[in-house]
């Protein structure tokens, strides 16, 4: 992660589906993610898509679960498919492959 992009800040929009076993699998990736990767500088609103159906006209939502990465920019949309895949999500965000991060030293190094 750039400096620009840890001073800015981070906020993520999560798309879900009530309390389904995907949309439970995503929540916890997400925020393994914002806590591991992202050094907790992230506003992450978790929507479902059940009880705020305004939010899901207003951005679009075509598929859940989706996350929405609003900043730093550019906007960028994870849409549908498996979101507990962290590697995906490490992609989508672009925080590089799994072990690229510059915070976090390798294991045997």
Do not use: F
């Not at 389904?20 to 995503?26: D, F, T, V």
């Not at 806590?35 to 075509?62: F, K, M, N, T, W």
């Amino acid at each position: 992660m750039t400096d620009t992009a840890a001073d800015e800040g981070w906020a993520l929009t999560l798309y879900v589906n009530g309390a389904s076993a995907k949309s439970i699998e995503a929540i916890e990736t997400v925020r393994r993610i914002c806590d591991e990767e992202l050094g907790g500088q992230v506003d992450l609103e978790i929507i479902d898509v059940r009880q705020q159906s305004a939010l899901v006209l207003r951005d679009q939502i075509i598929a859940v679960p989706t996350l929405i990465k609003r900043l730093p920019g550019p906007l960028r949309r994870i849409v549908g498919g498996d979101l507990s895949d962290p590697g995906r999500l490490r992609l989508g965000l672009d925080l590089g492959p799994v072990g690229a991060s510059g915070g976090h030293p390798h294991p045997d190094g």
